[in-house]
């Protein structure tokens, strides 16, 4: 009885409500992840995309159908309604690879829709019909109604699911392969048979920059920096040239119009004016850096986004995560099959049309048809009459004569007879014998023959498909350097609190959201909290600011008294960094300790200070001035050094003093077009006050400061220094119009910062060959080719005198497509002996 029951229990479980919850929501998930989401190894298509490819390739004649024909047709093997099918319709024809299009189909940069289905039109492109279809290689099965044939997977013989790339949400997982330029896939396809090594990085439609350092190769965990291609106009204006894919300027727009709001930039307006080429311009609030302004549209608004891929495939009915060098291996391999697999259905056919060919030339040479004329009882005994009298000739044939071969003979009409061309038979075995040998041939040397067929591929399909999107290593941006002070901050030092929200107090400074601020108080303590509406620093603050981390520059004077001893002592010191909210305590930490003097100093000034100390102690001299120049810089919590030992009545500021720090060592980044601290590329120099001089290909130079949020385009640079005002320059430059090289010397006597001046003749193509600012430069000049490769030496000091900054300069030599120049370097690469000018 007990068992009954149990048994009773354990069907109530599977066939009620949970029982069949649990099944069915496993049903569901696997026919979500397998027939609706995710794509397809074999050809890198969804159910969905193959079908409508399918359907398209029934309808097609050559010509367009209508959207919504086709939609109509796909539904025949596509078992959901149709505006599923004409959204991946659209998909595929937005990728611009598969499906050549007619009409609106809409454009995924601006997010514009296509129009209805009744008004576009579509075929397959010539690539599709080449790649993707093959009746004889294609597996096929029933439609979900049983009344079609449609195919299990496409014969597809390219990687187009690394081409289009692909995105999906199924139950419990989803995927997203990112697409890949179309020419590159072809060359690694080729490596792949090869055996050489390749790699492969996403291509984008809407262009844009990608930085691939952590794509991870598109599996899990990876990720891609993309950003929009933001130009300096002027100095009041910027432009966007495209946008991050999967971004629409409509978006991008929106993003840049609430970072605006939220005071994260300063712009005054922001205009779409869109048409071939995607083109939004920013016109910047007065004032405000455009350097700076690019930064914060990366840092705040969809100028640039991570994606984060995740190939997930079907293998074997299965979801798996591969690499997309997996992918492309698994596609090559796949390809190269396929091209196998039609090779030997190519020969069987060509031997079955050798062997037919044969018997109809043996047919009518030896008179065979003849039987036909015979008084025989029955056709049987005809067909084997025939098959008898092919017996002295079977020996030439590679295969059995069958009846239906004989069958086929007989149906030749009789005028065939009489017309037939004995030659033009051995004609066709001949050829059919040479393409025989030929497929035999691609058989045998198979990795061959499908380099060739990318190969041909690429020749024919490749043109203007080349690589869109800029592969580049992205800067990381400080978001606090960037962000626009758009917030005002108090300070009540009396009760010790700092924030926003303390309006009725003391202002101190404009600060961003992102900021932290650093202060100290009377008893010593020092604290960074980050900016909010009200925070509790301490009672009796005496000094505030905002905090930069790592600041090895900003130093702080401080003479206090030690509460226990009743000595006072002076010390120097930077914070470069600390824990937000943590109390510091800079004194001894002894009860009753106090700051007597401080002083904050952005570049390490080191002032003098009056000491008064109290008329009733027991010193001599009452009145003595400390020099902080004579302390060492140390760490906040050193001790410092005994200024003291009798009480102090006030310290005054008596004079200013020079920074005790040396200059800032400089560095230019010819990566990413930044200067730097951190000894990152070319080494620039020491700046206190000094400019810095940037000459361009384009021949014109300029003055800059040392701030190190604006920007440099690295392409563009021919030469960048440290500023010196006596320094001559030395500049070789094209003039096109004379079809000759100019050269000139001159100082630099311009001061107006921040502005390019042209210093060459002013003309279309004219541009700067070579520049430096070596007071004895020697110019290498060398020309021809091979054997006829002439070299000279030009002392130009003593060739040239020092000219105006606009002179046009002296003839150098001719213009000569082979002539290379360059400034003398230390060491020579060879034991050529150039002639010496000058």
């Not at 262009?207 to 899990?220: C, E, P």
């Not at 050829?431 to 040397?445: G, H, M, P, R, T």
């Not at 001159?746 to 600012?773: P, Y």
Request: aromatic share 10%; glycine share 6%.
């Amino acid at each position: 009885m007990a068992k009954e029951k149990k048994e009773n229990r354990v069907f109530e479980n599977e066939t009620g409500v949970q029982g069949q919850y649990k099944n069915w929501f496993l049903d569901y998930a696997s026919y979500v992840i397998l027939e609706r989401a995710v794509p397809a190894i074999e050809d890198g298509l969804k159910p969905v995309q193959r079908r409508i490819l399918h359907a398209m390739k029934d309808m097609d004649d050559g010509r367009f159908n209508k959207v919504a024909n086709i939609i109509g047709q796909s539904m025949q093997y596509h078992p959901h309604g149709d505006a599923s099918i004409g959204d991946a319709l659209v998909n595929l024809g937005q990728k611009d690879l598969l499906i050549e299009t007619q009409g609106n189909w809409g454009d995924v940069r601006t997010g514009d829709e296509a129009a209805a289905s009744r008004y576009i039109e579509a075929r397959l492109s010539k690539f599709a019909l080449e790649v993707a279809f093959n009746h004889k290689t294609t597996e096929w099965q029933l439609s979900y109604d049983g009344r079609k044939n449609e195919p299990v997977t496409l014969p597809m013989k390219f990687p187009l699911l690394l081409a289009q790339g692909a995105d999906g949400i199924a139950v419990g997982l989803s995927t997203k392969i990112l697409p890949h330029n179309f020419c590159e896939l072809i060359e690694a396809s080729i490596k792949c048979l090869r055996g050489k090594k390749f790699e492969l990085y996403p291509d984008f439609q809407t262009a844009g920059m990608v930085d691939i350092s952590n794509y991870n190769d598109g599996k899990r965990g990876g990720k891609v920096r993309v950003r929009a291609h933001v130009e300096e106009l002027d100095k009041k204006t910027l432009v966007i040239r495209d946008v991050p894919y999967g971004v629409t300027t409509t978006q991008l727009m929106e993003s840049i119009t609430k970072a605006n709001d939220q005071g994260k930039i300063k712009i005054k307006k922001v205009t779409d004016v869109t048409a071939a080429d995607v083109e939004i311009q920013i016109d910047l609030a007065p004032g405000i850096s455009p350097d700076i302004t690019i930064d914060a549209l990366y840092a705040f608004t969809d100028c640039e986004i991570s994606i984060s891929p995740n190939a997930c495939v079907i293998v074997n009915n299965k979801p798996h995560f591969l690499t997309a060098h997996e992918l492309l291996l698994v596609s090559t391999e796949n390809t190269k099959a396929l091209l196998k697999k039609e090779l030997e259905i190519k020969l069987a056919e060509l031997e079955d049309k050798w062997h037919y060919t044969s018997l109809e030339k043996i047919f009518f040479e030896e008179k065979i048809y003849k039987e036909l004329e015979q008084k025989h009882a029955t056709w049987d005994a005809v067909i084997e009459a025939i098959d008898k009298a092919f017996t002295p000739f079977k020996k030439k044939l590679k295969r059995p004569i069958e009846r239906e071969d004989i069958l086929k003979l007989t149906e030749k009409p009789v005028r065939r007879i009489y017309r037939l061309d004995i030659n033009e038979l051995n004609e066709q075995i001949k050829s059919i014998e040479a393409e025989i040998k030929q497929v035999k041939f691609d058989l045998d040397n198979l990795t061959d023959f499908s380099v060739a067929y990318f190969e041909m591929l690429l020749k024919k399909y490749g043109k203007g498909r080349e690589r869109k999107t800029e592969i580049r290593e992205f800067d990381t941006i400080q978001v606090k350097q960037v962000a626009i002070a758009n917030t005002k901050l108090y300070l009540n030092r009396s009760e010790g609190f700092i924030g926003t929200g303390l309006k009725k107090d003391e202002f101190l400074c404009e600060c961003s959201d992102y900021d932290d601020i650093i202060a100290f108080t009377r008893s010593g303590i020092m604290k960074v909290v980050k900016v909010s509406d009200k925070v509790f620093i301490g009672k009796d603050i005496i000094y505030a600011a905002v905090f930069q981390k790592n600041d090895e520059r900003t130093t702080y004077n401080m003479i206090y008294l030690d509460g226990k001893s009743g000595v006072s002592y002076a010390k120097r010191f930077n914070v470069t960094g600390v824990t937000r909210d943590k109390e510091y305590d800079l004194t001894k930490g002894s009860e009753k300790s106090k700051v007597h003097y401080f002083t904050a100093n952005l570049n390490g000034e080191a002032e003098v200070v009056k000491l008064i100390l109290s008329p009733n102690c027991t010193a001599r001299i009452k009145e003595f001035d400390f020099f902080f120049e004579e302390l060492e810089i140390k760490g906040r919590g050193s001790m410092g050094n005994q200024v003291t030992k009798y009480p102090v009545k006030n310290v005054k500021f008596k004079e200013a003093g020079r920074s005790t720090l040396a200059g800032r060592k400089l560095w230019f980044d010819d990566k990413f077009g930044r200067l730097n601290t951190e000894e990152k590329g070319q080494y620039l120099g020491s700046f206190e006050d000094e400019k810095v001089i940037v000459f361009y290909h384009d021949g014109s130079y300029e003055l800059t400061d040392t701030e190190m949020t604006q920007r440099f385009e690295p392409d563009k640079i021919a030469l960048i220094e440290k500023f010196d005002p006596e320094k001559v320059i030395t500049a070789v430059y094209l003039d096109t119009d004379k079809q000759q090289y100019n050269i000139k010397r001159f100082k630099i006597e311009t001061t107006t910062m921040k502005t390019q001046f042209t210093f060459i003749k002013e003309g279309e193509g004219n541009r700067l060959e070579a520049v430096t600012t070596d007071p004895e430069p020697i110019l290498e000049v060398q020309s021809g080719r091979g054997q006829t490769i002439r070299k000279a030496k030009f002392k130009v000091a003593k060739m040239v005198e020092v000219m105006g900054w606009k002179a046009v300069g002296a003839k150098l030599t001719d213009y000569n497509k082979t002539i290379e120049m360059q400034w003398e370097q230390r060491h020579r690469e060879d034991n050529a002996q150039p002639e010496l000018f000058g």
